[in-house]
């Protein structure tokens, strides 16, 4: 157990949701067979328009909504120099938020009063949106360059 704690903990921050988006795009298709096993009984799940029945189709298409929050985050740090913590922090907040949707799917579903922990995924998604947005505008901002300091010089053209 140890020796896997140190080596997820030395994962870069940004391949952790790479794994993470593959994964959950794997059990988006997992799940959808599964689902899609029972999927014909009328009834199945209190009916097709039922609450259960719903908060399963969330927690199925979750996985790859989510995967591909992941996948994006990933090209998104690949693309942007980032330095400092906000792109860790943004990257074990689009886990967590990948993670905690689908379990909370499947808990509403059979314990409706618990709808309070749909805050735990959608809070941590809003923060990584936010940290990631936060480190695309900082990046153009550091990008942009300073007229004065590099003004060009061009060679005199003799006609």
């Not at 907040?93 to 749909?118: D, E």
Request: proline share 7%.
């Amino acid at each position: 157990m140890r020796l896997e704690q140190t080596r997820l903990m030395k994962i870069p921050p940004c391949q952790i949701n790479l794994l993470l988006a593959w994964l959950w795009i794997l059990l988006g298709f997992v799940s959808g067979m599964l689902l899609g096993l029972f999927f014909h009984g009328e009834n199945w799940l209190g009916g097709y328009a039922s609450f259960k029945r719903r908060m399963y189709r969330l927690g199925h298409i979750s996985f790859f909504g989510l995967g591909a929050v992941n996948l994006l985050f990933y090209f998104t740090l690949k693309s942007f120099p980032t330095d400092g913590p906000l792109a860790g922090i943004a990257s074990w907040a689009f886990v967590v938020g990948a993670i905690s949707m689908p379990v909370c799917s499947v808990l509403m579903a059979h314990f409706p009063k618990a709808h309070l922990l749909f805050a735990v995924p959608v809070l941590s998604l809003i923060a990584g949106g936010v940290l990631t947005l936060t480190l695309v505008v900082r990046s153009d901002d550091s990008k942009a360059p300073n007229p004065s300091a590099d003004a060009p010089t061009r060679p005199a053209l003799n006609h």
